[in-house]
Each structure stands twice: as structure tokens, then as C-alpha cells.
């Protein structure tokens, strides 16, 4: 019963992964700007609820606050960092180096503001019961697979059937003919960045009702996101979901064999070998060097 | 105050070691890793265990921690050879969070989180030195090392692969034997920086060599100046002062001074990468960092 409670948890938290991930994939798909800071919009969204919550909103409103935190923070980091550093032509790293510096300045405020450690939103939802001999499953469970689906389909259908959606997989495949088609790739990138970091709030107020925030979290997150997306194989939405699934189960399901401790270890070691052995991911065709 | 200053000098050498070798690997060889701190912790167990179990001695515990560092070197290697890019970087961000738990968790090695304590002075011909001497000693022939290795035909390779490394190959240089000495070179320097860490402090755990550790000496390279000379040596000065600067202002509680330091670190960061790229010592007409 250890096993299912473990694979239980490892469901729990691969559907949040995997809901984040995806918010990273779709960004770095569409603009191929390696988002490094998309975890402390995950942060930042966590504690925006957790502070409505605190000061008694009801949760449709946090919810409402914790993603209009995440699409404004996504979409300022666009305009005021990405933009002018593409302006320039810089490379990736510098990019990279930008996203992490705005990484650390955001964990820091939070920790100032917030206060440090953990913090756990409590809702009745997170209260488990015994549901077979030995597996306590909490109602947060079922709703964070029931979100994570829901928002799978309806990203899917946004992707294939809107118009927006499929300028924006256009977009991902070749920038100049966007333009020659009188689409504004200015505004995609923005639209890319809004629905990406917009992903990432769900998850985090779920994960502050399971397993609770922390301002440092964002790294974390923000590791877990980008090795899923590499596991997946870049570009591919529906790759860097179920490898952000299965990072969360196998980070889980470990746990039976090796100490906590390790548990981290695992999805870099994952990450390493893929890197190593299968660059273009589970799912990607074979990328340019 | 002397000491304060001599221990001030003596970080300073040791972490501009670190920012001059990682300067080797990102601004010459175009090999962005973000795993310097790994290396680092390397070479400060195998100093400290060389000093605890066998003799005090700097000369042989740098010796060893070069060549530990420098052979471990490989696993940083394989990745820059298969992929690029922020692959590369992913791969370098997986083997410093590995590195992070085996440091932690190897505790016959390593002593776990409780670190090894009581590594012995150093002591060279039967005298007891402090290390400062050896900290500067090895600086001045890393940066020695550096400005021969920029000028000379090999530091044209390294920098040939990264601004073009097909046309590299096309002219017969060696992309793989290259790319894996720089990277040796780099690590080896780390390991050394490691063990002189390990002399100063007289204790080391791996609170000092975690992602934060590569960052930070990531930052002081970047915001130095990426390919010059001087530039990380500036970087390592400037971001080691910026802690000490801050305690003398009144207005900033104690307890939040660490988390005001990290968020100038952040800023500096990223406006830089905004408005110059290259770097306080870089070329001010060079506005890309690399490819």
C-alpha cells in the first residue's frame, strides 16, 4: 500500500509539473526564449492567493488574482527584459543570465514581503481520508487532476481550432512568413507569454494546498519545468506534459527505494541521461546541433 | 583590520580563480556551464582529505585537487560535446543539483551536511603559512596561464569553435580534443581554487558549493566581462565588496541584508545583460555574448 499512496502523490505532483511545464514549453516553442524565469511567476502566483486567501477573498477571486499575477508578470518580463535584449541580438545567455538575475530578485522580495519557509494554503480540500486500507487520499487530489486535464483539452483545442492558437504553433515554425502574413509576431510572443505564465498559476495554488510554498520554490519549479520539456523534446506540448508527469511519479515512486534526500536527484539524473543519450527528447524529431 | 583585509584578499584570490577558469570555458571555449561549484567542492574535499589524512601539504593537496577536478572534468565534457546551446546548460544545471545530494549524502567522503572540520594549516618546507601567499601565488599563473593560452594558437581555436564551430572543423581543428582540454583546464582551476578554500576556512561543507556558488561565480564573470582578462578578476572584487559595502548602511535592517544583497545581485544581472552585455571591462561595440 506504501507503493499506491507513493504513486498516488507521484499523480498529484506530476499533474502540476506537467501543467507548468507546459506553460514553459509553449513559451520557449513559440519564442524560443528559454524562460528561466517562469518559475517565479509560479511563485509569485502562489503567494498572490495565499495572501487573498489569508485576508479571507473567496477563492475564485484569489484564483482570478493569482493569474492575473502570473499573465502580468509574464508579459512584463517580455516587454521589459526580453524585448530589449533581443533588440540587440543577444544570444542565449544572456538571456538565460537576465531571466535568472530577475529569478533571484523576485525569491528575495517574496521572502522579504511574504515572510521565509514554508507557508500551506488550508482549505478543507486538503484534508485526506482513508480511502482503501492504508491510502489516504486528500479531495485536492481529484481536483488537481480534474484542472490539469480540463486545461489540457481546452489548450489543445485553442492550439488547433483558433485562430490565435494556430498563428501561435506558426509561429513556433517560422517567424518571417508570420510576418509576411500581416500577423504581428510582437503580439504573439505577448499572447505566448501571457498563456504560458497564465498555466503556471493553477498549479501553483494547488501545490500551496498540498505540499505548501516557499519562496525558493521557483527554482525548483523552474527545473523541473525546463528538464520536461528537454525529456519531451522541445516544441512538443504534449511531450513536456506527460514528462513532467512522469518526472513527478518516478521523484515519487523513488521514494520506496531510496532516502528523501534523493528524491531531486532523480529527475536530474533523468535530465542528464536524456541529454546524454536522446537529445531531441521522448517525443522530438532530431534537432540541429 | 589586517586580518580582516588579509582575509578579504585571500577570498577574493581564491573566488578569482574560480571567475578566470569559468571565463576559459564561457568566454573562450563558448561553453556556458553553470556547474563551476561542483569543481569547486571537488577540489576542497580532495584538498581537505589529502591534508587531514596524509600531510599538510598545499603543493600536494592543490596537485591532487587539480587532478581530481580536472579528470572528474569529463562528466562536464560529454554533455558540451553532444549538445549546445541551452541544452547544454540544462545538462550543466542537472549535474550541479546531482552533485549537490552526492555532496551532501557521501558523508565518509564529504562529512555530509556537517562538512569536514579541522583541516590542518598549511605547511610548506616545515613552516606554517596562512593562504594568502598561495591563493595570490596561484592566481598570478592561472591569469599567466590564461593570457597565453588567449594569445596563443589554441585560445584561437577555442575561440574559432564557438563563433563558428562547423567552419572550425571544416579547417581541421580538433572540436572535440579542444573543447575537452578546455573544459579540464577550467575544472582543474576550480579544484584549485577548491583546496586553497579548504586551507583559508579550515572547514568546508556544501553550503559553499551549491547552485547559488555557480551562479554567483557565474555573475562576477559576466559582469566583469566576458573573454577579457581582467574583467572576472573585477567581477570577483566587486561582488565580494558588494556584502561588506552594505553592512556599513544603517538603513537596512540586519536581518534582511543577505536578502538585499541577493536582490542587487539579480539587478545587476539582469540590467546589465540589458544595457551591456559585454561586460564593465568588455568591448563596448561587441553586443552579443555568443550565439
Known sequence: ?289 | MIAYLANLATIVAIFGILASTLNVAIGHAGIFSVAHAVFFGLGAYAGAQTAMLLVPDPLLALLVAALIAGGLSLCLALPALRVRGEYFVAASLGLQMVATTLFSELKPLTGGIGGLVGIPRPELFGVTITALPLALATLALILLATHLLARGSFGRTLRAIRDAESAAEALGKHVAVAKTLAVAFACAGAGMAGALFAFHMAFVNVESFTLDQSVLVMAMVIVGGTGTLWGPLLGAALLLALPAGLSFLPFIPPTEVGAVQQILYGLAMTLLMIFRPAGLVGDLGRGKVAH
Open chain 1, 1 to 289: 500500500m506504501l507503493f499506491l499512496q507513493l504513486l498516488q502523490g507521484g499523480v498529484q505532483t506530476g499533474a502540476l509539473y506537467a501543467l507548468t511545464a507546459a506553460g514553459f514549453a509553449l513559451i520557449f516553442g513559440a519564442t524560443r526564449i528559454f524562460h528561466f524565469a517562469h518559475g517565479a511567476a509560479f511563485t509569485l502566483a502562489g503567494y498572490a492567493f495565499l495572501m487573498a486567501w489569508n485576508a479571507g477573498w473567496p477563492w475564485p477571486l484569489g484564483a482570478l488574482a493569482a493569474i492575473a499575477v502570473a499573465v502580468l508578470f509574464g508579459v512584463a518580463i517580455e516587454q521589459l527584459v526580453y524585448r530589449p535584449i533581443g533588440r540587440h541580438e543577444g544570444g542565449f545567455f544572456t538571456v538565460f543570465v537576465a531571466a535568472f538575475g530577475v529569478s533571484i530578485v523576485v525569491q528575495n522580495l517574496v521572502g522579504m514581503i511574504a515572510g521565509r519557509g514554508f507557508a500551506v494554503i488550508d482549505t478543507p480540500l486538503s484534508r485526506a481520508t482513508e480511502v482503501l486500507p492504508d491510502l489516504w487520499i486528500a479531495p485536492v487530489f481529484y481536483v488537481a487532476i480534474g484542472v490539469s486535464a480540463l486545461l489540457f483539452l481546452a489548450l489543445s483545442l485553442f492550439l488547433t481550432r483558433s485562430h490565435a492558437g494556430v498563428a501561435l504553433r506558426a509561429l513556433a515554425q517560422n517567424p518571417d512568413l508570420i510576418r509576411t502574413y500581416g500577423l504581428s509576431s510582437t503580439r504573439l510572443s505577448i499572447l505566448a507569454f501571457a498563456l504560458g505564465s497564465a498555466l503556471a498559476a493553477p498549479a501553483a495554488i494547488l501545490t500551496g494546498m498540498t505540499v505548501g510554498l516557499n519562496e525558493a520554490m521557483g527554482h525548483h519549479v523552474m527545473l523541473i519545468s525546463m528538464a520536461a520539456t528537454i525529456v519531451g523534446g522541445v516544441g512538443n506540448l504534449k511531450g513536456a506534459a506527460l514528462a513532467g508527469l512522469l518526472l513527478g511519479i518516478a521523484e515519487s515512486v523513488a521514494l520506496a527505494f531510496v532516502e528523501p534526500q534523493w528524491a531531486e536527484a532523480v529527475s536530474f539524473v533523468v535530465l542528464f541521461g536524456f541529454i546524454l543519450f536522446r537529445p531531441s527528447g521522448l517525443f522530438g524529431v532530431a534537432v540541429a546541433r
